[in-house]
């Protein structure tokens, strides 16, 4: 699992409205790792384990869903609502 700051990459066109972006064992961010927060990496997190298990649903689920109805982004939103609150367990 890496991250990389990559500011100039969320100036090309298709990136401008994110602030991160995972890609499998990536996550891309606009700004570091302290300025973008808690809450933007554990979405990315939950996108990059998306990937691992279903690793070509996942991606293509954007060309059926789009972006705001997409079950995956959802599922990642829920992620972030649940660790602000506390309700994360580790095993």
Same mark, same amino acid.
């Given at each position: 699992m890496r991250?990389?700051?990559v500011p100039a +990459?969320? =100036?090309?066109p298709w990136f401008r409205r994110f602030d991160g972006y995972a890609a499998w064992g990536l996550i +891309?961010? =606009?700004r570091g790792v302290e300025?973008?927060?808690d809450d933007l990496?554990?979405?990315?997190?939950?996108h990059v384990w998306q990937m691992q298990h279903r690793p070509l649903a996942m991606p293509l689920?954007?060309?059926v869903h789009g972006y705001t109805r997409n079950p995956?982004?959802?599922e990642a939103r829920n992620a972030v609502d649940e660790t602000q609150a506390g309700n994360?367990?580790?095993p």
């Open positions: 991250i990389l700051v +990459l969320f =100036r090309l +891309l961010l =606009r300025e973008s927060g990496l554990a979405h990315e997190l939950c689920s954007y060309l995956y982004e959802r994360v367990t580790v």
